[in-house]
């Protein structure tokens, strides 16, 4: 399985901003995705994730009330749209997916990920 993310770009604050992730493969509708993020200088992030089949969602706290994760499966994509922007939201943003179906947000328990897209939110 191979991701693609894109979407990323300059915004300013208070902006908005909707990421995408393409995956080939088979199996996307099986995979639980997300996206993570990791600012300079700091570790990667979890933001937001998705449960296979869409009936579930999950959001830091950072972004909660801003962030929406969504997919299509026939389309094997996953989206986060990003409103109200701030400075802070500022990082590469990385899709990810997993066949396990766990509540882990340990970084090792994701077996696929994407290249990453970088979003500057200037102020």
């Known amino acids: 399985v191979q991701l693609q993310a894109c979407g990323g770009g300059l915004v300013q604050a208070g902006g908005s901003l909707r990421l995408s992730c393409a995956t080939s493969?088979?199996?996307?509708?099986?995979?639980?995705m997300a996206w993570f993020r990791q600012a300079p200088g700091k570790e990667r992030e979890f933001v937001g994730g998705?449960?296979?089949?869409?009936?579930?969602?999950r959001y830091a706290d950072s972004v909660k009330g801003r962030f929406t994760i969504s997919r299509d499966n026939a389309k094997k994509t996953v989206y986060l749209q990003m409103n109200s922007l701030k400075p802070e939201d500022t990082a590469v943003y990385y899709c990810?997916?997993?066949?396990?179906?766990?509540?882990?947000?340990?970084?090792?328990?994701?077996?696929?990920w994407g290249q990453g897209t970088l979003v500057t939110v200037s102020s």
């Open positions: 990810a997916g997993r066949s396990s179906h766990i509540a882990s947000l340990w970084l090792g328990s994701w077996d696929y």
């Open positions: 493969g088979r199996t996307f509708s099986s995979l639980d």
């Open positions: 998705i449960r296979w089949n869409g009936d579930s969602t």
